[in-house]
């Protein structure tokens, strides 16, 4: 039997005086707890291979350390997520110009991103065989520089004993077109978010393809061959060797957008593109999705951040499987494309099967 819960969170926003809510789907296996703040993925526990309770996902304690977070800690972040060059793009022949969050580019939206407004919670389902809650948010035209207001919804849903999905649409408010592309920026430590890091995990990327960045890691337009590259992380390859076996062949770690496999247009359905594995708990991850992108993003930056229950997050503690149209896609015409205008729709679909090696 599923259980849905709603109550109101101890969670005050210094800068807005708005109020949040905690919000947990239960159903199986399944506790998923969210907040409308950013649309964010608070925690996910799921049992590991002895019946023990794991917390998967890092993250915090209150709203306001959410309210300062730096790092997107379960969010969702839009209007565009990942980078866009110069803070700038054109369209149409107009030039749009952004609001900058790191350096001269902008990042996962602007600093009023998705990720950083409240959320409105509607259409809470209960009961039933598939608890669910979707999140809806109304951006104007001319948010942090993008044109085109549009509603953005999400929808977080438990569909079986140990799979939820994940539905993000948007859809025009005014028939301007503007760039959409929603993503997930869970870290995921299936080993326990408070373990230390993810280094033993396993993992596999279904891309053979990764875009080129430069110091900024903002895409050249140049698309390589991972095969037999620091980069390769599909199956036939390394046969599922620890992240930690790769990640010193390069500086700092991963933050790579992969082509994934088997993208053909926005009309692609879900198929398989990563999945990671803990041997510690057994818990293994599935995710599929219909996205032509993923950014592999091994927690470069994490440096002693305090997290849920006295947990200290360090470098590597979690990683992030954000499936994405690809960063700066609005500049690269060659890139596959995700304008919303008219009666067009986006529509952004994630599956996550847990399962035991």
């Keep these: 039997m599923s259980i849905f819960s709603i109550s ?31 649309a964010t993925i608070v925690s996910l526990i799921i049992p590991d291979k002895t019946g023990k309770p794991v917390d998967v996902v890092l993250g915090y304690d209150t709203i306001a350390e959410y309210e300062k977070d730096t790092e997107y800690f379960g969010a969702t972040v839009g209007r565009v997520a990942n980078r866009i060059g110069g803070a700038q793009f054109k369209l149409n022949g107009k030039v749009y110009k952004l609001v900058a969050n790191e350096g001269k580019n902008t990042i996962h939206g602007g600093p009023k991103g998705f990720s950083k407004v409240l959320w409105k919670a509607i259409k809470n389902k ?11 948010y109304n951006s104007p035209d001319g948010d942090q520089g993008f044109p085109g207001a549009i509603r953005a919804t999400v929808t977080y849903s438990i569909i079986a004993d140990n799979q939820f999905s994940i539905i993000m649409k948007a859809k025009s408010l005014d028939k301007k077109p503007t760039p959409v592309s929603l993503a997930q920026h869970t870290y995921w430590n299936l080993a326990g978010h408070n373990s230390g890091d993810i ?37 036939e390859y390394y046969e599922l060797k620890p992240v930690g076996k790769r990640i010193t062949l390069l500086p700092n770690g991963y933050d790579v957008n992969y082509v994934l496999d088997a993208y053909t247009d926005a009309k692609t359905p879900m198929r398989m593109v990563a999945n990671l594995q803990d041997e510690k708990t057994g818990i293994r991850m599935d995710l599929n999705s219909n996205a032509p992108g993923l950014q592999f993003y091994t927690a470069n930056k994490l440096n002693d951040v305090k997290g849920k229950g006295g947990a200290v997050y360090k470098k590597h503690a979690g990683l992030c499987l954000e499936t994405q149209w690809y960063p700066d896609f609005p500049n690269h015409p060659t890139f596959p494309q995700s304008i919303v205008e008219g009666g067009k729709v986006y529509r952004h679909e994630m599956m996550f099967n847990f399962t035991y090696v």
């Design 8 to 38: 109101p969170i101890a969670f005050e926003f210094a800068s807005t005086n708005a109020k949040a809510e905690f919000f947990e789907l239960k159903k199986g296996n399944i506790t998923l707890k969210l907040t409308n703040w950013g």
């Design 126 to 136: 209960k009961d039933g065989p598939t608890p669910s809650i979707s999140f809806a």
């Design 199 to 235: 280094l033993n995990s396993k993992l596999q990327i279904k891309g053979q393809f990764y875009t080129v960045v430069d110091n900024d890691l903002i895409p050249t337009g140049q698309i390589l061959y991972a095969r037999g590259t620091a980069y390769d992380f599909t199956e």
